[in-house]
């Protein structure tokens, strides 16, 4: 495949959804206007069983690149999540055994794959950074510690934090930087792309490429998708909208957006063009109602993912659940036997994840059982001939019957 060097690709692959990009974007496009291959890869860690949006930003990013006619390398840090990357951790994670991190990458080929691709000319490359960190000695271990300092890993905000705090930093902490910085001078990279939040790690494999293979790693940064906070969407802020959810749930979660995140959204998770980008904003700024312009937004990310017609479908569904307050047509079931209490029966059908959890949605007025609001915690259900209805919030339902 024949290297794109079209200039308006190239300055929309560094300026569209990008926070910085090292050691400056002039490096880079000259770079890419050479018209070489150039070898990119993402590193991802599994610590959860489904890639999510925050991770599809970064994707859409490398698709680009792959589009563009260059090697594409995308890394599951199967080796590096048992570790545990202590970025924006206030405290140390906690660690994965190597059963766990295998499990939750199995689906991440699949998912990655409504975005990459994995076949035909110039496919995406998958690895795993066990094949080369598993096999590290101690020697080597000390050897590639010798090219960081102390000091140079104290610059990282989260452990100047946690040492002036009187948290503990632990050593293992400090090798992970190192591990993934590594992973460039294994794979002999040219670039590395990754989300904002993952620049002191990105960054210090330029350090490693410098020391170890006399080359110059570019880095590109894509900006975060930050919910009201101003913390990031993703599987430790509990938010997050996955690629393994439905286009109804796609949906849905996007239309729960606040409206300051509807700009973010349109520019780091839709092809759109810039000049449309432009129109949205005057739109929202010139009175525009929010919530229209959620459902384009809700609607364009479902055509990412799925279809045009499926996006339309789930937009329909919402609009009949809650313009109309009509019921989902398909609803999941469980079986029970006999009779539940309503705290058991939340936790049985997966709406809570605890007694305690579910006592709390009580008390909040978010649960409803055919449509009546529960006010205590001593309802008991006998499921009916047709089934009951138990209701979560405004968008999750399960019907329990007899079985």
Same mark, same amino acid.
């Given at each position: 495949?024949?290297v +794109?060097?079209?200039?308006?690709?190239?300055?929309a !692959?560094?300026?569209?959804?990008?926070e910085?990009?090292?050691?400056?974007?002039?490096?880079?496009?000259?770079?890419?206007?050479?018209?070489?291959?150039?070898?990119?890869?993402?590193?991802i860690?599994?610590?959860?069983p489904?890639?999510? !949006?925050?991770n599809?930003?970064?994707?859409?990013?490398?698709?680009?690149?792959q589009d563009?006619?260059?090697?594409?390398?995308l890394?599951?840090?199967?080796?590096t999540?048992m570790?545990?990357?202590?970025?924006?951790? $206030?405290?140390?994670?906690?660690?994965?055994?190597?059963?766990?991190? =295998?499990?939750?990458?199995?689906?991440?080929?699949?998912?990655?794959? /409504?975005?990459?691709?994995? $076949?035909? *000319?110039?496919?995406?490359?998958?690895?795993?950074?066990?094949?080369?960190?598993?096999?590290?000695?101690?020697?080597?271990?000390?050897e590639?510690?010798?090219?960081y300092?102390?000091?140079?890993?104290l610059?990282?905000?989260?452990? *100047?934090?946690?040492?002036?705090?009187?948290?503990?930093?632990?050593?293992?902490e400090?090798l992970?930087? =190192?591990?993934?910085?590594?992973? $460039?001078?294994a794979?002999?990279?040219?670039g590395e792309?990754?989300?904002?939040?993952?620049?002191f790690?990105?960054?210090?494999?330029?350090?490693?490429?410098?020391?170890? /293979?006399?080359?110059?790693?570019?880095?590109?940064?894509?900006? !975060?998708?930050v919910?009201?906070?101003g913390?990031?969407m993703?599987?430790?802020?509990?938010?997050?909208i996955? =690629?393994?959810?439905s286009?109804?749930?796609?949906?849905?979660?996007?239309?729960?957006?606040?409206?300051?995140?509807?700009?973010?959204?349109?520019?780091?998770?839709?092809? +759109?063009p810039?000049?449309?980008?432009?129109?949205?904003?005057?739109?929202l700024?010139?009175?525009?109602?929010?919530?229209?312009?959620?459902?384009?937004?809700?609607?364009e990310?479902?055509?990412?993912?799925?279809?045009?017609?499926?996006?339309?479908?789930?937009?329909?569904?919402?609009n009949?659940?809650?313009?109309?307050?009509?019921?989902?047509?398909?609803?999941?079931?469980?079986? +029970? !036997?006999?009779?539940?209490?309503i705290i058991d029966?939340?936790?049985?059908?997966? =709406?809570?994840?605890?007694?305690?959890?579910?006592?709390?949605? +009580?008390?909040?007025?978010g649960v409803?059982?055919?449509?009546?609001?529960?006010?205590?915690?001593?309802l $008991?259900?006998?499921?009916?001939?047709?089934?009951?209805?138990?209701?979560?919030?405004?968008?999750?339902?399960?019907?329990?019957?007899?079985?």
């Open positions: 495949m024949n +794109i060097t079209d200039a308006h690709k190239i300055d !692959l560094l300026t569209r959804g990008v910085n990009v090292y050691p400056s974007r002039d490096f880079v496009r000259a770079r890419l206007v050479e018209g070489k291959q150039l070898t990119i890869y993402l590193g860690d599994p610590t959860g489904s890639l999510h !949006l925050g599809a930003i970064v994707l859409m990013k490398l698709r680009e690149l563009l006619g260059h090697k594409i390398i890394l599951i840090g199967d080796f999540a570790i545990g990357d202590p970025t924006d951790k $206030s405290a140390t994670r906690v660690r994965l055994t190597r059963e766990q991190v =295998l499990e939750n990458a199995k689906n991440y080929k699949k998912q990655a794959s /409504k975005i990459l691709k994995f $076949s035909g *000319e110039n496919k995406a490359e998958l690895k795993y950074n066990s094949k080369w960190l598993g096999k590290m000695s101690f020697s080597n271990v000390v590639l510690a010798s090219h300092t102390v000091q140079q890993m610059e990282r905000d989260m452990f *100047e934090k946690r040492v002036a705090e009187g948290k503990p930093v632990h050593l293992h400090f992970y930087p =190192l591990m993934q910085g590594y992973d $460039s001078v794979m002999d990279v040219d792309i990754g989300g904002n939040d993952q620049t790690n990105m960054l210090a494999g330029r350090t490693l490429m410098k020391e170890i /293979k006399h080359k110059e790693k570019f880095v590109l940064t894509t900006k !975060l998708l919910d009201n906070t913390k990031k993703g599987k430790s802020e509990g938010n997050m996955t =690629l393994a959810d286009p109804d749930e796609m949906f849905g979660k996007v239309m729960s957006w606040t409206d300051g995140m509807i700009e973010p959204g349109f520019e780091l998770l839709t092809e +759109i810039a000049i449309e980008l432009a129109a949205i904003k005057d739109e700024a010139t009175g525009a109602n929010p919530r229209d312009v959620k459902a384009h937004l809700a609607e990310v479902v055509t990412f993912f799925y279809s045009r017609a499926k996006a339309k479908a789930a937009k329909k569904a919402f009949a659940l809650f313009q109309d307050h009509a019921m989902p047509t398909e609803i999941p079931t469980v079986k +029970i !036997l006999g009779s539940i209490g029966a939340l936790v049985r059908t997966g =709406l809570a994840t605890s007694n305690g959890e579910a006592r709390r949605l +009580i008390d909040g007025g409803k059982v055919d449509e009546v609001v529960v006010s205590g915690y001593d $008991s259900i006998t499921p009916t001939e047709n089934g009951n209805v138990i209701q979560k919030g405004k968008r999750h339902f399960v019907r329990v019957i007899q079985g």
